[in-house]
Every structure is written in C-alpha cells, then in structure tokens.
Nanobody, 120 residues
C-alpha cells in the first residue's frame, strides 16, 4: 500500500523560499513518476511539477523559473524547492505518484494529504 507524506509547508513572506518534501512509504519510489500539485481556495487543482525516474522534469509555466522538483530514490523522497515565492503561490500542495507518466495531469493514483503554503 503506497502512502505519501508531505511536509515543509509554512507561512513565508513574498520573495522567500520553502522546500517541500514527499516521503514515499510502502513502495520503491524509483518505480514511480512523482509530481506536485496545488489547490488554492475556490480554484481547481493544478499541476506544478513532475519528475520521472531518469530525472526528466516538467513544470507549469507559472513556476518554471522559480521552482525545482527533485528526487532522492535512495531515501524514497521527492522535493519541491520553491524560490521567489509570490502571494499567488498560496495553496495546499499535494504530492502524487503513479507508475504511469501523467505529467501535470491529475490522473495519478496515489496522493498525499497535503501541506499548506501561505505567502503573505
């Protein structure tokens, strides 16, 4: 049974940085595509970044120059480094995983509970 546990969300000032972590339990993370999504109040969930096993990445245009997704397969953890944060980045951030490559589409089978990021 695959479980994803996010951490690292916090309140940060505009221009600040945060690093989110997603720990994968019950599976070998190297077999999965890992992704980060976010959902702000009243808005649809949107894909932020995704990374496949070989390290190839995909980003939403809104975060492309500011966020970096990475993974440490030995530790079964995926990260999202967020720099130059803006108030519009405020959202609940979710980690997702799947053996299939859905990129930034929300078809992933496994989801974490989310971690709140507030930029204010």
């Amino acid at each position: 049974h695959v479980q994803l546990v996010e951490s690292g969300g916090d309140l940060v000032q505009p221009g600040g940085s945060l690093r989110l972590s997603c720990e994968v339990n019950g599976a070998t993370s190297s077999r999965y595509i890992m992704a980060w999504f976010r959902q702000a109040p009243g808005k649809e969930r949107e894909g932020v970044a995704a990374i496949v096993s070989d390290g190839s990445t995909e980003y939403a245009d809104s975060v492309k120059t500011r966020f970096t997704i990475s993974r440490d397969n030995a530790k079964n953890i995926a990260y999202l480094q967020m720099n130059s944060l803006k108030p519009e980045d405020t959202a609940m951030y979710y980690c997702a995983a799947d053996p299939l490559d859905y990129g930034l589409r929300s078809h992933y089978n496994y989801w974490g509970q989310g971690t709140q990021v507030t930029v204010s």
